[in-house]
């Protein structure tokens, strides 16, 4: 029996605003443990929680650059549950009435697809336990720390439609919505440490028209390969499960990266367990018109966008994506390198290649503050195009120019560079070669046409790389009279 996999996704975005959600401690959490906090962000009886104004900027544009409606008034409600990290018994969060409802963000490649927004609302975040001795997990603890740095900062939660059909097209989403998170400023975007987190509501069903099967939740992957791995892992279980004759539990299953397997934990809560209710102490937010343009009015230009906007300059779609995924120095690099006349694909090739690779080797990080502007790029990439820079000796001037050494004539004239595509001064150097290989000469007379390769390699040598190969193959070929 071949199954349908039916994928939701909810992807949890740590705000990187200066202050927490409801309080004005510091929103870092990398501070020695208990240090950002106050009366709010402990859950003291008696503090008031007041919102966070940047926050509620942040997640409406977030929300429209995912083609969400924005609800002109939104509530904030209590989401309570019992955990050590939680000291308030509740968590502040959105039920019926979230900030942004009913978008969607198309994933292009290899996995291509419309995944419907469901919703994406506002919350806080949780204080961190670390439990020690044993393998790390609870059970196996002798005792656990609490850290409430993190305790308060705001999360945005955003939760897809069953949308999704195969792992990579969850990798695919996941992925995406990376990059317009970061492309908005709104996070830090480092899944790494934390700032992206992604659940996965995984069923399988016999088809596309049958009813959706029982769902299991995977908890807090934190990678796009542990995510696609979970989500492939949970599907094999589920129809293994099914064709067997079992029958699929509802649940929350954990993700076990050295095992490659989910674990079963507890049996899933239903939204009735949580006893929400609206928050007394918030008032509902109402976000008018004006507010919502103001928003707007401040999206910057979105990946999806940007990459078709590179393809309709001619670039593959594969090097656009490549671009358009590349941090805003090496963006604006090829951007300026382009408008002083560089030619497109040519401009990507070297920014996605060279550019990042002599970046790599110079031991810097980025190329903010480099000397290496657009206009000294497309004027390498000119010298390249008509044969003063062989592709070698333009690496080398790249470097120079990274280095702050001068403009890539400077650096090139400096460093002995310029290619040598004077005919009267090549035409000496294969007189030379000539000379030296006359048994090899004969017989390339005499039709021996690979002999070619051999007599440009020794020009090349006898110039230490700086003959203009093209020339001097063709002085070769005219003084063996071919
Ligand atoms: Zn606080």
Sequence with gaps: MSWEAVIGLETHVELSTRSKMFCGCPARFDAPPNTNVCPVCLGLPGALPVPNREAINRIIRIGLALNCSVTGRSVFHRKNYFYADLPKNYQISQFDLPVCVDGYLDVGGDHPGRVGIERVHQEEDTGKSTHMGGDGRISAAEYSLLDFNRSGVPLVEIVTRPDIRSAAQARAYAQELRLLVEALGVSDARLEEGSIRFDANVSVRPGPEAPLGTKVEIKNMNSFRSLERAVAFEIGRQTACLDGGERIVMETRHWDEEAGV????????????????????????????????????????????????????????????????????????????????????????????EVVAALRSSGRESLADSPLSGPNLARLLAMVEDSTLSGLAAREVLAGVLAGEGTPEEVASARDLLQISDAGVLEAAVEEVTADHTEEFARLCSGEQKLIGFFVGQVMRRTRGKADPKLAGRLIRERAGL
């Design 262 to 353: 989910t674990r079963g934990g507890r049996t899933k809560e239903g939204s009735s367990d949580y006893r929400y209710f609206p928050d007394p102490d918030l008032v509902p937010l109402e976000l008018d018109q004006d507010w919502k343009d103001e928003m707007a009015a401040l999206l910057p230009e979105l990946p999806a966008r940007r990459r078709s906007r590179y393809e309709g300059m001619g670039i593959d779609p594969a090097q656009a994506a490549t671009l358009a995924g590349a941090d805003v120095h090496l963006r604006g690099l090829f951007e300026g390198a382009v408008e002083a006349g560089a030619r497109p694909q040519q401009a990507g090739n070297w920014v996605s290649g």
